[in-house]
């Protein structure tokens, strides 16, 4: 991870990030991205105006940004609740923590979707549909196979993101999952499915108590919610990485532009 907070300049060429800006979010290699791909010039009837390379581009990886500061703002607001006595408006307090757990949980996903979407359009990888996606071996095979950045990209993340799909399938399709003070479930169960596992553990075979033992296990929250912050940062970095690689062949004369006006 660069060392280097990212600028408000290069916010301001996406039109949106500002609560990343306030945060002071490091994204390897995001802001020589940004430079590389848009500039700013000034004139006085128009103002302030961002050109770039590709708007298409532009515009995708403002998406992507939009979604990772959605996901940002809810891990900011879990931990919020988890250490604080805060007073928020509405429901009784104890809804607060489930609801921005669920809300982190999917917006970490939409993050990584949007990257998928993003590399999957503008390396003409050839998926659709539910086919893209970072959490399915077949696209990040080809994704590995196509930009040496994510060639580590599996044996990094593989375990992280299904259990992150399990979460938000659960979340989103099934039911929801219980909390535990800081704690959940390694998988996610809902009270009723612990009190069943439970009743019947001991009439159980031994391979099936220990499937069990495994869903059983209980994990810290916090522990999840930062390694995900951490490896969707890992995953914004080789994005950035591999499309400034790919922007640099396409345009070899074209210099980056660190020029802002404020």
Not at 132 to 138: C, E, N
Not at 153 to 175: P, T
Request: proline share 4%.
């Amino acid at each position: 991870m660069s060392s280097r907070i990212i600028p408000q300049r290069v916010y301001f060429k996406l039109f949106t990030g500002n609560y990343l800006a306030k945060r002071r979010v490091r994204i390897d290699c995001f802001e020589n991205l940004i430079d590389f791909l848009c500039w700013e010039r000034f004139s006085k009837g128009s103002g302030v105006v961002v050109h770039s390379l590709d708007q298409g581009l532009q515009w995708r990886l403002r998406d992507v940004i939009i979604k990772f500061e959605f996901t940002m703002l809810s891990d900011d607001l879990l931990r919020k609740v988890l250490t604080e006595s805060v007073k928020l408006p509405g429901p009784p307090p104890g809804m607060y923590q489930p609801y921005f757990f669920y809300n982190f949980v999917f917006y970490s996903k939409a993050t990584l979707d949007s990257i998928a979407v993003l590399l999957n359009d503008w390396f003409k990888l050839g998926f659709h549909g539910g086919g893209i996606d970072l959490a399915k071996s077949s696209f990040v095979l080809k994704v590995q196979a196509k930009l040496k950045n994510f060639r580590s990209f599996s044996s990094q993340f593989n375990d992280w993101s299904q259990r992150l799909v399990r979460f938000r399938i659960a979340l989103i399709h099934k039911k929801s999952v219980d909390i535990y003070g800081r704690l959940i479930p390694s998988e996610p169960l809902d009270d009723f499915e612990i009190k069943d596992i439970l009743e019947n553990y001991e009439r159980a075979p031994i391979h099936m108590k220990r499937q069990l033992q495994r869903q059983m296990r209980m994990v810290s929250m916090t522990s999840f919610v930062k390694e995900t912050g951490r490896n969707l940062n890992s995953a914004l970095g080789m994005m950035s990485s591999a499309l400034l690689t790919d922007l640099k062949t396409r345009y070899p004369k074209h210099r980056s532009s660190t020029k802002t006006y404020d």
